[in-house]
């Protein structure tokens, strides 16, 4: 399985930017599909996830409301959607792949980095 993500960049607070994580190496069915972030000096936090199929989406609080989880078959890829940014959303941004039956994720992305400017 491979994972690319792409996206990050520079925005200044109160802007938008989307992430995407193209994937490849075999088909996804109900795997769930993740997206992490790791800020200087902090740990790895969950941000949003969902089943590949689009099913079950799930939100951290911080980014509840302003973060939007979107799939485009055709090309394979998840996208992260994420309105109103704001100085703490500044993080490295993964995606990974938890495979059906398995217990963590598997597969990561190879990180897209975000900085909110105030």
């Known amino acids: 399985v491979q994972l690319q993500a792409s996206g990050g960049g520079l925005v200044q607070a109160g802007g938008s930017l989307r992430l995407s994580c193209a994937a490849s190496g075999r088909t996804f069915g109900s795997s769930v599909m993740g997206w992490f972030r790791q800020a200087p000096g902090k740990e790895r936090e969950f941000v949003a996830g969902m089943r590949w199929n689009g099913a079950g989406k799930k939100y951290a609080d911080p980014v509840q409301g302003r973060f939007t989880l979107s799939r485009d078959n055709a090309k394979n890829t998840v996208h992260l959607q994420m309105n109103s940014l704001n100085p703490e959303d500044t993080a490295v941004y993964y995606c990974?792949?938890?495979?059906?039956?398995?217990?963590?994720?598997?597969?990561w992305g190879q990180g897209t980095e975000l900085t909110v400017s105030s």
């Open positions: 990974a792949i938890q495979p059906v039956g398995a217990s963590d994720y598997d597969s």
